[in-house]
């Protein structure tokens, strides 16, 4: 069964930081990962996708890898601002045949100004 | 285009009642997908659509039902509700089929609160 866990469980930090959010997962059969970002009472919105032949993608200031092999993949976010304030989720999809979605417990981040 | 919507926003209701909550995909999106939200469980797949098949269900009671209708809308119904049914759903909608990429994006959600 497959299992998602994110480290830190909370970070808070000053503005201007880079930091890193860790994700793991106990399968490495996956068929994409994928980051979101939740505010507090709200939907999810969509950071990034990496397939599983990929190594990493980009957005602005965001980067996350993926570690297939090992389990892990990491979401890099550069010189942190208040804006990023939020929970941060990683999810795996099990297969090329489902949209399902396996999520992580969540980062929540602070950033302070 | 517009998001992922869903109806209503919230809902409050009571013990023993059922209730049916609407989500409209992206245009042109043909999977919709449903997830339980709670701060004890976390974010949990309820079921998935694609075509008006369900493709996928996850480990919830048979009180927890969906369906998907031509226009890949779908609605989702939970009967003799219970306490523990409060919670955010989340309805997330996916281009099955470009590229293989699936990228969901998710609706804002049904705010539920059974009394």
């Known amino acids: 069964k497959q299992e998602v866990t994110q480290i830190p469980a909370a970070l808070s930090v000053p503005e201007g930081e880079n930091l890193v959010l860790n994700c793991s997962f106990t399968?490495?059969?996956?068929?994409?990962l994928q980051w979101f970002r939740q505010d507090p009472g709200k939907g999810l919105t969509s950071l990034l996708l990496?397939?599983?032949?990929?190594r990493e993608q980009t957005s602005g200031r965001l980067n996350a890898s993926l570690d297939k092999s090992s389990g892990r993949s990491t979401l890099y976010i550069a010189a942190s601002q208040p804006g990023d304030s939020a929970t941060y989720l990683c999810a795996v999809s099990p297969g090329d045949n489902t949209d399902k979605l396996i999520f992580g417990t969540g980062t929540r981040l602070q950033v302070f100004p | 285009k517009a998001g992922v919507t869903q109806t209503p926003r919230y809902l409050i209701k009571t013990r023993g009642q059922q209730v049916t909550l609407s989500c409209s995909p992206i245009?042109?999106?043909?999977?919709v997908s449903w997830y339980q939200q709670t701060p004890g469980q976390g974010l949990q797949f309820l079921f998935e659509y694609f075509s008006e098949t369900q493709r996928n269900k996850g480990n919830f009671p048979g009180r927890f039902s969906g369906r998907q209708f031509s226009n890949s809308r779908s609605e989702m119904n939970v009967s003799t509700l219970e306490l523990g049914d409060s919670a955010l759903y989340l309805c997330?909608?996916?281009?099955?089929?470009?590229?293989?990429?699936?990228?969901?994006?998710f609706g804002p959600g049904t705010r539920l609160t059974v009394l």
């Open positions: 399968d490495s059969a996956i068929y994409n």
């Open positions: 245009s042109g999106h043909r999977s």
């Open positions: 997330a909608s996916s281009l099955v089929g470009l590229a293989g990429t699936n990228e969901q994006f």
């Open positions: 990496i397939q599983s032949s990929q």
